[in-house]
């Protein structure tokens, strides 16, 4: 009898690009729901808290400022923007107060290259590097900064553009109201109520 030699199962390409892709849309749809919540939690600020934003937000500079020292405190420019998108998207903070805000955060956003590279400093030719590296981004994100600031200041620049690029969107004029806002339409409200509400 001829003994045959066991056959090695062929590997599929496409399992670890199908599996990724789960993966990535798995973790794109925790993300909104957690911005979801995030806005819906917003929508039951009380007014005192509303007020209170929309006050230290007014003035553009105090609002470039606290961007910067939320985002230096919690070296995330990402979740400061996020907070801000969900802000604007609950009514409690109005799309002009909330693009000073944003450039705050990525002024803010530098101090964590410079923690970085200080990391290096017993390493003189990492250091060097580093420090390099870390300056590139600091003057990247603060000329951006310095550049943009002055037209939305004057010209509401940013402010009109974000206005046309969501009326176009969404064929409807943009407002501080959410009542129709919603990330996942398919029924992730009534989950989010139930959150909030418990």
Same mark, same amino acid.
């Given at each position: ?19 990724? *892709? @789960?993966?990535?849309?798995? #973790? +794109?749809? &925790?993300? $909104?729901f957690?911005?979801? /919540?995030?806005? !819906? =939690? ?13 006050q230290? *937000? @007014?003035?553009?500079?105090? #609002? +470039?400022? &606290?961007? $910067?020292?939320?985002?230096? /405190?919690?070296? !995330? =420019? ?17 799309l ?5 805000? &944003? ?9 964590? =290259? ?56 969404f ?28």
């Amino acid at each position: 009898m001829i003994e045959q030699a066991p056959v090695e199962p062929v590997p599929n390409r496409w399992q670890p690009v199908v599996r990724n *892709t @789960a993966y990535i849309l798995g #973790a +794109l749809l &925790i993300f $909104l729901f957690a911005l979801n /919540l995030m806005i !819906s =939690s917003l929508q039951y600020l009380g007014k005192d808290a509303e007020d209170l934003i929309l006050q230290t *937000t @007014a003035n553009p500079f105090t #609002a +470039l400022f &606290i961007g $910067l020292l939320l985002t230096a /405190l919690i070296q !995330s =420019s990402s979740a400061t923007t996020t907070m801000a998108v969900a802000l604007v998207a609950s009514g409690a903070m109005p799309l002009n107060s909330a693009i000073p805000f &944003i450039m705050g955060a990525n002024v803010g956003t530098t101090i964590t =290259s410079t923690i970085i590279s200080l990391g290096f400093i017993t390493k003189k030719k990492e250091f060097r590097r580093a420090v390099a590296t870390g300056t590139y981004h600091d003057f990247f994100n603060i000329l951006t900064v310095v550049l943009l600031f002055p037209l939305e200041y004057y010209f509401g620049f940013l402010s009109a553009i974000a206005h046309y690029v969501g009326t176009t969107l969404f064929h409807e004029p943009i407002t501080n109201s959410s009542e129709s806002f919603s990330l996942l339409g398919w029924g992730g409200d009534s989950i989010i109520k139930f959150i909030i509400t418990t």
